[in-house]
């Protein structure tokens, strides 16, 4: 009876495949249906990977960039503020009294309130303090005086990760003639 219900079985199956031809084609294939989506995810979750780089180093770019563009802001309110001491020092009018000009106090009394120097433009939130000290050094009969003029421009709180500050120093030699033409003063 086995061998005749094999029989009955395989005429079954037989006129089954038969009737749909290649089915036992596709029955071959719907099993490997299941790898397809493995692989898609696996792409899938490549592709957000990139894409979560590709913005994080794009956003360390932007902040890299922004911060470059302060630091260079920040050397120019520097330079101004030497600009600005410079001109202070070697203006005639501030010339008299000399003690004054020895003393480098006619620097501090043109700066704003707080010690500051207030700029324009795009340097307008920066704190720029200027300082100078000076010696005097005697070559002949003329009294040679060289100021140290320092400029330091900031940006941001202390100890800020955004803080941006520069900071610039000159020297000027100066030897103006007295009145009557005998000596520097």
């Known amino acids: 009876m086995k061998s005749m219900s094999t029989t009955c079985l395989e005429k079954w199956l037989f006129a089954r495949t038969a009737a749909l031809p290649g089915a ?17 995810i696996f792409l899938l979750v490549v592709l957000v ?24 802001r920040a050397y120019q309110a520097a330079r101004a503020g030497i600009e600005w001491g410079i001109y202070q020092i070697m203006t005639p009018e501030n010339a008299t009294p000399a003690t004054a000009r020895a003393n480098c106090t006619v620097i501090p009394a043109a700066v704003a ?59 000027i030699t100066t030897c103006r003639r007295t009145a009557d033409g005998t000596q520097c003063s």
């Open 24 to 40: 036992c084609a596709l029955a071959r294939r719907g099993r490997q249906q299941g790898f397809a989506i493995v692989s898609a």
């Open 49 to 72: 990977a990139l894409g979560a780089f590709m913005v994080t180093m794009s956003t360390t770019q932007h902040a890299t960039s922004a911060q470059d563009v302060q630091g260079s």
């Open 113 to 171: 309130p707080a010690g500051n120097l207030v700029l324009g433009g795009t340097l307008t939130n920066f704190a720029v303090t200027v300082t100078c000290a000076s010696t005097d050094t005697v070559e002949g009969d003329n009294t040679i005086r060289v100021f140290t003029l320092t400029s330091l421009a900031a940006l941001g709180n202390v100890g800020a990760i955004n803080r941006v500050e520069r900071q610039i120093s000159a020297t």
